[in-house]
């Protein structure tokens, strides 16, 4: 068997990814190097240029004339994981700016792995979001995973935090060897591990082998199911998120969250819903358990979160809502009538990141004055820092999808390619579940402005928090006020055919 190698040339290609490795060497070894006496913080800012410069590489390499497949068509750069690595790194670099000067307040006691554990994490979603390999992809899943579960656990002497990282190394690894197992049933159907040759085996094997085919489907969306934090497994995320400092919480709900959607994405239709099995009944089938997945997180994310006080559970259940969101337009296939779900997909990931890296970041600030997590601790906060109260407002009322925010206009269209591709009753519980978060986030907002708490001192806003909140309240009433200038710039940069199914 002739071996794959990686040419001299196509190291051009993983620009990107290099970048951040050799970014992470050389922040571990300058903090080996460098005396204690000498502040960690160089890590922070040598972590966050070396994301700025990789997504100015994936910038670049958007739209090529044809994907470029590389090891052996294992890994493969093309318009479909470019998009979705710019978001990676987006998150991963608003959220090591808001950490700037954050870790002793967090209880950090490593600072320099604390910044730059963030690039290997990140480099992980980036492999799987161009995994065009089960080997590839389980690769980048468990760099990621590993990286999260240390990161869960910076904050050594907080009970909370090893209770979290326990749990979420434990239900993590038991999630990951589900995905092994439904990945060794797809090799033994296909004898490959590549995608788009497993789903020409597949093809060939319905009527032979449809039991094999179906516990594959099923242990990979449990596994994956955990990943992305959707109900029924979802247990992990409330205490998980409650545990690890707040920064590493948002990258959970935003980065590994987006991850985990990339490789599901591409899984499900390159796997699993190509245009060869769009009659098939098991086509049918993958397609309902995702909406049914869909619809129990939404109902379950949105119901549990009625009841809680405590913001970072708060948002660990409104992320199990918004996962199941963005199952939607996966689950609404793509068809003659509608052929948008990755831009409709697309659009609400990058709502959701502005939404929730904003709530994060507010909650740092509220904490630092307050110090606590509680919505309580958000009490009056209009009288003692209205502007940053101002851009609360912006940031909730996106959450909760109120007109002319981005988080309205990304359910929007979700719901109506719902419509579009019949799926009526899936779209009616997206509607009625929405409803019902406003009850839970308009609480949030009635904190700042009808419970005044004049006892307290102002809050002091540090720089990176302020900055990032603004950010993030901008943002999402830029894209609100013109949603069509990203879904436009998404569908001119998208291929169908060329990013999907055909490699």
């Not at 559970?313 to 939607?328: E, F, K, M, Q, T």
């Not at 009850?439 to 928090?465: H, N």
Request: net charge neutral; hydrophobic share 55%.
């Amino acid at each position: 068997m002739e071996a794959i190698r990686l040419q001299l040339s196509d190291l051009g290609y993983l620009a990107p990814e290099l970048t951040l490795v050799i970014t992470a060497i050389v922040a571990a070894l300058l903090d080996l190097a460098l005396p204690r006496t000498v502040s960690r913080q160089f890590a922070a800012w040598l972590s966050l240029a070396g994301v700025v410069v990789a997504f100015v590489f994936t910038a670049l390499a958007l739209n090529p004339a044809e994907p470029i497949a590389l090891l052996g068509q294992s890994y493969r750069i093309d318009d479909f994981g470019s998009l979705l690595k710019l978001v990676i790194l987006g998150g991963t670099g608003l959220i090591l700016f808001m950490s700037l000067g954050s870790t002793e307040r967090e209880g950090i006691q490593h600072v320099g792995e604390y910044y730059y554990f963030f690039l290997p994490a990140a480099l992980g979603a980036m492999i799987m979001a161009s995994s065009g390999d089960l080997v590839t992809l389980y690769a980048g899943l468990e760099l990621l995973s590993i990286t999260s579960y240390i990161l869960v656990a910076m904050r050594k002497r907080s009970m909370n935090a090893s209770e979290g990282a326990f749990k979420y190394l434990v239900l993590g690894s038991i999630s990951s060897a589900v995905i092994l197992y439904g990945m060794s049933f797809l090799y033994g159907i296909s004898g490959s591990t590549n995608l788009l040759e497993i789903n020409q085996a597949i093809a060939g094997s319905i009527e032979s082998a449809p039991a094999l085919i179906y516990i594959a489907f099923f242990l990979l969306l449990a596994g994956f199911g955990f990943k992305i934090a959707a109900a029924p497994f979802h247990a992990w995320a409330p205490d998980v998120y409650q545990g690890a400092p707040t920064p590493v919480a948002a990258f959970l709900a935003v980065v590994s969250k987006g991850a985990g959607f990339a490789i599901l994405f591409r899984t499900m239709y390159w796997v699993f819903g190509a245009f060869t099995l769009m009659n098939s009944e098991l086509q049918k089938d993958a397609l309902l358990s995702l909406s049914v997945m869909a619809a129990i997180a939404m109902v379950v994310g949105n119901t549990m979160a009625l009841r809680q006080t405590n913001v970072k559970r708060l948002l660990a259940l409104s992320g199990i809502a918004n996962a199941g969101y963005l199952l939607v337009p996966i689950a609404a296939h793509f068809s003659l009538t509608h052929y948008a779900n990755y831009s409709e997909f697309l659009y609400y990931l990058i709502a959701y990141l502005f939404m929730n890296i904003g709530a994060f970041a507010l909650l740092m600030i509220v904490e630092r004055s307050s110090g606590t997590e509680e919505l309580k601790g958000f009490a009056g906060l209009y009288y003692r820092a209205p502007l940053t109260a101002v851009a609360a407002v912006l940031i909730v009322l996106s959450l909760a999808g109120i007109p002319v925010t981005a988080g309205f206009f990304g359910k929007l269209f979700i719901i109506l390619g719902a419509m579009q591709t019949q799926l009526y009753w899936l779209g009616a519980v997206m509607i009625v579940t929405s409803v019902i978060s406003f009850y839970y986030y308009f609480g949030w907002i009635r904190q700042m402005f009808m419970r005044s708490d004049y006892e307290s001192d102002e809050v002091k806003v540090a720089w990176p928090l302020g900055i990032t909140v603004w950010v993030c309240a901008l943002a999402g009433v830029a894209l609100g006020a013109y949603p069509q200038g990203l879904l436009s710039a998404v569908d001119r940069i998208f291929s169908l055919a060329k990013d999907m199914f055909v490699m």
